[in-house]
Each structure stands twice: as C-alpha cells, then as structure tokens.
C-alpha cells in the first residue's frame, strides 16, 4: 500500500493486513510515494500492517518496524535462519518463499520451521515477489507445513472459487496476499475488485 487512504479504504472492507513494501528496487517502494510513518501512525485503524523486506540489514528492519509501528514483518530475499531467528525476537516474521515447477517444498522450510512465526510461498520470478505469476498449488498439498501460511504469487479476481476449493484441503492456509492482479498502477489497489473478492472467498 502507498496511499493513506487506501489503507482507511482497506481497514473499512475489514481486510486483516497491508503490506508496506521497504525494498527500494520495487515500484511500490514506500519511499518514492508520499506516505509517511507519522501519517501512519497517526490513524487509529484495525488493520495489521507488514513490512516486507529483500535482504535488508537487521537494524533497518527493526528500526522500520519501531517508526512505522509494523506488526509482522516479511522477509521475501535470501535470509538465513539465524538472522530470521534475530527478527522474529522482535516481532511476528513471516519467511516467504519463491517456488518454481517441482519444488522441494518440505526440504525448503524445514531450516526455517523453529526461526519464524509463519510461511509465504510466491511464484519464482525475476522480481523478489509482484511478479503477477502462479505456481503450481498442488505442491503445496503434498506437504505437511505445520506451520500457518500464506499463499501469494499471481491470484487475481477470477480466482476465488479456486482459492475456496483449495483452502478447504489446506489446514494450514492462513492468508491471501493479493498485489498485482488488484492494482491500477503499482501500489495502487482497485477496492471494487478486494471488496468483490474478498466477498466472494468469504472473508
């Protein structure tokens, strides 16, 4: 999210969380639009707000987590499980995931099982996440997580009947982390279409 009413918009629809993306190489980079963690801090709204970050510096992400009041934190790069363990001391963290065809899943996580709160799975692609593209969600399946999650990567509007049907197998989905397919612009959401879906997959 880059606008602040936006966010007011979202926390009315009564959706449970709002990314704020800190990786400066992203087109949603907090730090190119006006929003500001005074403006943010100022609102008294329901919703949770994620920091999500790319192999960023420890400090940096604690620091962000403190001004912007974050209360969960993605790391989306490279992370390795000591910093991960560092991080989640702090706050909520959740370690994304990128999966491409025939993934391992289960080797994946099982380092990252006792060092984070929660899982991300996104689709491989050349960008840390916002890449507008699907995996394959029967790996997924396959797999006990154990561990509550989120699934990403691609899902649009059109998806909702197959985000039910899949959600009903999948103890362990948590959450839906929408992005690209709900945007005009980057960082800029249509609410009829979140309204509309988020109606429609019944939450």
Sequence with gaps: MTKLEQLRELDALGVEFAGLIFYPRSPRYVGKFPLSAGDVRKEKL?????????????DDVLRA?????????????DESVKYCEHISNHVTTVKAFRVGPDENIAWKIHPYRDAVDMFLFDSIGVNYGGNG???DWELLASVAIGKPYFLSGGIGP??????????GR??????????????????????????????????
């Excluded at 987590?65 to 790069?77: A, K």
């Excluded at 929408?178 to 997959?201: H, Q, W, Y």
């Design 65 to 77: 987590v403190d001004e912007w009041r974050l209360h969960m934190v993605q790391l989306h790069g």
């Design 46 to 58: 329901n919703i949770n707000r994620v920091g999500v970050f790319v192999n960023a510096d420890a």
């Design 170 to 203: 999948q103890p362990d989905l948590f959450a839906l982390d929408v992005n690209s397919r709900f945007e005009t612009a980057p960082g800029i959401k249509d609410m009829r279409l979140v309204d509309a879906f988020k109606k429609e997959v019944g939450r």
């Design 158 to 167: 059109q998806d909702a009947e197959r985000v039910r049907a899949f959600a």
């Design 133 to 135: 593209s699907q995996f």
